[in-house]
């Protein structure tokens, strides 16, 4: 069974920081490539960040750029995603993804994080 189980989300002030997780399981996870999404409630999905399969590229959203930073650790199966200096903008329910072209896509079940002073 494809699991991916995000983790790490909460309650943080302006300018705080948070670590998600994602620990993957039932698939070949270094063939898949990660990205973390975020939504809130009435609005659309808003890819944040992304890594591929060797963990060589990254790329992130300009909104985050400079805050956050996307990892992943393949001898543990899991996908981060280090947030610092949060914002109330970045309260979003966090989606994980995992990808191996259009075809073949799992999605995480989603952890909140709440930026509130």
């Known amino acids: 069974e494809v699991q991916l189980v995000e983790s790490g989300g909460g309650l943080v002030h302006p300018g705080g920081s948070l670590r998600l997780s994602c620990a993957a399981s039932?698939?070949?996870?270094?063939?898949?490539?990660m990205s973390w999404v975020r939504q809130a409630p009435g609005k659309g999905p808003e890819w944040v960040s992304g890594?591929?399969?060797?963990?060589?590229?990254?790329n992130s959203a300009d909104s985050v750029k400079g805050r956050f930073t996307i990892s992943r650790g393949d001898a543990k199966n899991t996908v981060y995603l280090q947030m610092n200096n949060l914002q109330p903008e970045d309260s979003d329910v966090y989606y994980c993804?995992?990808?191996?072209?259009?075809?073949?896509?799992?999605w995480g079940q989603g952890t909140q994080v709440t930026v509130s002073s």
């Open positions: 993804k995992a990808e191996a072209g259009a075809a073949t896509t799992y």
């Open positions: 039932g698939f070949t996870f270094g063939n898949y490539g």
């Open positions: 890594i591929n399969s060797f963990g060589s590229i990254t």
